[in-house]
Nanobody, 122 residues
Framework: QVQLVESGGGLVQPGGSLRLSCAVSGSILSIYTMGWSRQTPGKQREWVGTLTSGGDKNYADSVKGRFTISRDNAKNTVYYLQMNSLKPEDTAVYYC???????????????WGQGTQVTVSS
């Protein structure tokens, strides 16, 4: 069984910063990519950014220059989303996502966390 558990969400004022964490656990053979997506009520889920196993990073235009995805090099199963210069339109439930190779399951498969709420408001 694979688990992706997010933490670090909360309420922050516009212009503020917040760091989300994602802890990955389970019978994981390899991590191909890790990333973040977000969703607001009534809207489709929006891709935020991705970090590949090779270290390449890609971001949605809406967050480029403000958000940064990283990995804890000491614990290579913990990933972060550093969010700076937050705007009210960044308010959403943020989901950690992973494309993983898991013991007993063929190929690469996508996994999602349960989500953590981020609210940007004064």
């Amino acid at each position: 069984q694979v688990q992706l558990v997010e933490s670090g969400g909360g309420l922050v004022q516009p212009g503020g910063s917040l760091r989300l964490s994602c802890a990955v656990s389970g019978s994981i053979l390899s991590i191909y990519t890790m990333g973040w997506s977000r969703q607001t009520p009534g809207k489709q889920r929006e891709w935020v950014g991705t970090l590949t196993s090779g270290g390449d990073k890609n971001y949605a235009d809406s967050v480029k220059g403000r958000f940064t995805i990283s990995r804890d090099n000491a614990k290579n199963t913990v990933y972060y989303l550093q969010m700076n210069s937050l705007k009210p339109e960044d308010t959403a439930v943020y989901y950690c996502t992973g494309r993983l190779r898991v013991l007993g399951i063929g190929g690469l498969n996508d996994y999602w966390g349960q989500g953590t709420q981020v609210t940007v408001s004064s």
